[in-house]
């Protein structure tokens, strides 16, 4: 059985730099069928995922600012197709079933020339079928899982001195990132980012007590007043609500100039909106936090999207979006997922899909994170309950969720 273009999904990893900035991402491709040794044709499949990229979605949707790194093996290499690329976004990865051929040595002299940049993917050490792209590409990407540290340091030595960058990629722990990085490593994938740091005594910073405090009040549905009251003590936060409200409202004849109608205007359900996205926004000035404000924004449009698309509607989806922003807070603040609920007072549906992954919310927080990483059980079983829809639901949710996160990123 071969896999269709219809079959066939977009996934998205971060790449991080030293600093645990975002540097670019890998886009992926996976098919939603059951079987997942479906995957015939890995040419028709990769020339799937850049139509869908470039006419769909538009790959400044998908990528932002950043570059993309696309999985190529050495059909998709000699192929026309792949000069459809613009090479100043994408990084072609030559997956380590390619050979060195001298005829794909040549096109890749001839791709460089072009302008494209390569990186070689799963270094685990030099063989007969990679040796002769060592000096070729720009990036190698050293598979670090299950490496114990003498068979790492061995396998870094191998390819320190090249003239490239080294990218750890499998990195699942903070201190697999810190080894890497004190071994020379200029990049890392995997999400060792997203796994939360709990430091005993650890407290919150006075912006992020505040807003809790609003989501709390607006939770408990409280007055006007006592709402209104919180922001005059915090002027900054004050006049960050007003100039939301007024780009909100631009059919007034004049500004609005007071707390309480910028509250009004705004509504309490979008207020909560943005008061989430302001304590994301707040923790990733620190370092490894940038691509967790990029997970959190993305999770959460993705999964209210979805959920309007079911028999849940607003009150659904607004879980879904509210759960899939607060899923990664206790990755931000270091503390238990179960303390950064308690202090938001979240409503009980969404709580337990926080801590529990269960009920309606909690099986959309299990397909978004299914999406981000390699468990595939989630989606299958999503596409399997869609029917003919299931695939084309996903990568239009996906695109218009990455699309609503750039938006919202590129404001904060």
């Not at 790449?15 to 939603?32: C, H, K, P, T």
């Not at 020339?47 to 400044?60: D, H, K, N, P, Y």
């Not at 070689?120 to 000096?135: E, H």
């Not at 603040?333 to 926080?354: D, F, I, N, R, W």
Request: aromatic share 6%.
């Amino acid at each position: 059985m071969l896999t269709t273009i219809e079959d066939i999904y977009l996934g998205r990893q971060p790449i991080l730099d030293r600093e645990q900035r975002i540097y670019a991402f890998e886009l992926l491709f996976r098919s939603g069928s059951a079987n997942r040794a479906v995957i015939v044709d890995d040419v028709s499949a990769t020339s799937a995922v850049i139509i869908r990229t470039l006419s769909e979605f538009g790959i400044e949707t998908v990528l932002g600012k950043y570059p993309g790194f696309i999985n190529c093996d050495t059909a998709f290499l000699m192929s026309d197709e792949i000069e459809l690329l613009p090479p100043e976004k994408v990084v072609l990865e030559i997956l380590e079933t390619a050979v060195a051929t001298d005829a794909v040595q040549h096109r890749c002299i001839d791709l460089k020339e072009k302008g494209f940049r390569f990186a070689l993917d799963d270094f685990r050490g030099t063989n007969s079928a990679n040796r002769q792209f060592l000096p070729l590409v720009d990036i190698i990407k050293v598979d670090i899982f299950k490496m114990i540290p003498s068979q790492l340091e061995a396998v870094t030595r191998e390819v320190t001195g090249l003239n490239a960058l080294l990218l750890a990629e499998k990195v699942e722990s903070q201190e697999e990132f810190a080894r890497c990085s004190a071994l020379g490593y200029h990049l890392f994938q995997g999400y060792y980012f997203s796994r939360p740091e709990i430091i005993a005594g650890k407290r919150l910073s006075p912006a992020h007590v505040t807003v809790i405090r609003l989501l709390a009040l607006i939770q408990q549905d409280a007055e006007l007043a006592e709402i209104e009251e919180i922001f005059k003590q915090h002027p900054t936060l004050g006049v960050n609500l007003l100039r939301l409200a007024n780009s909100a409202a631009t059919g007034l004849r004049s500004p609005l100039r007071s707390i309480g109608s910028a509250i009004v205007i705004l509504g309490r359900r979008q207020l909560q909106r943005w008061l989430l996205l302001l304590m994301l926004a707040e923790g990733s000035q620190g370092a490894g936090s940038q691509p967790l404000l990029h997970l959190a924004a993305t999770r959460g449009r993705f999964m209210e999207l979805v959920a309007l698309h079911g028999k849940g509607g607003t009150v659904l989806a607004d879980g879904a979006f509210i759960a899939g922003i607060v899923s990664v807070m206790d990755a931000l603040l270091g503390l238990p997922m179960e303390k950064v609920v308690t202090s938001l007072g979240l409503a009980p549906e969404v709580s337990l899909a926080l801590v529990r992954r269960e009920g309606s919310v909690g099986e959309l927080l299990n397909l978004a994170q299914a999406l981000e990483e390699e468990d595939q059980g989630a989606v299958v079983e999503f596409v399997a309950a869609h029917s003919q829809s299931g695939v084309d639901l996903l990568n239009q949710t996906q695109g218009k969720a990455l699309a609503w996160a750039n938006s919202i990123i590129l404001a904060t």
